[in-house]
């Protein structure tokens, strides 16, 4: 089964957070998906915490290193779909692109973000409970 996966959970397993397992045993067997932003909004992501001094350079430049390890199939989605699912659900752009990209492929997403998980829920898309 295709998994969509968003940016939290893939931050969550590569930086070793508390959900970790969880996210690897509700993901252990099935293909990953996403959008084809996941690399920038992982870069996004890693140059943040870096900003906030979270992370060290090398924690980030490491963390860049084991996504490229993760099988993550990356799709294009169709953007007009995603603008309007980001005007029904009052998301940004990069949050509504895994709502369509679970919409366009008929799979669950998997996020740790409540907001966006009450969003793609409200837009008809199925969620991996964690």
Aim: aromatic share 4%.
């Amino acid at each position: 089964m295709q998994i969509v996966t968003d940016t939290s959970v893939l931050l969550a397993v590569i930086l070793g957070e508390p959900e970790r397992d969880r996210l690897v045993v509700a993901t252990a067997g099935h293909e990953l998906v996403g959008p084809a932003s996941i690399p920038w909004e992982m870069g996004n992501a890693f140059s943040a915490m870096l900003k906030r001094r979270r992370i060290s350079l090398a924690t980030a430049l490491a963390g860049a290193d084991t996504m490229g390890r993760i099988p993550v199939r990356l799709l294009h989605v169709n953007v007009r779909a995603a603008l309007i699912v980001a005007a029904d659900h009052g998301l940004y752009a990069y949050d509504a692109y895994f709502v369509e990209c679970a919409l366009m492929l008929g799979a669950p997403l998997i996020t740790l973000d409540r907001r966006l998980q009450e969003a793609a829920q409200r837009a008809g898309a199925q969620i991996v409970e964690v």
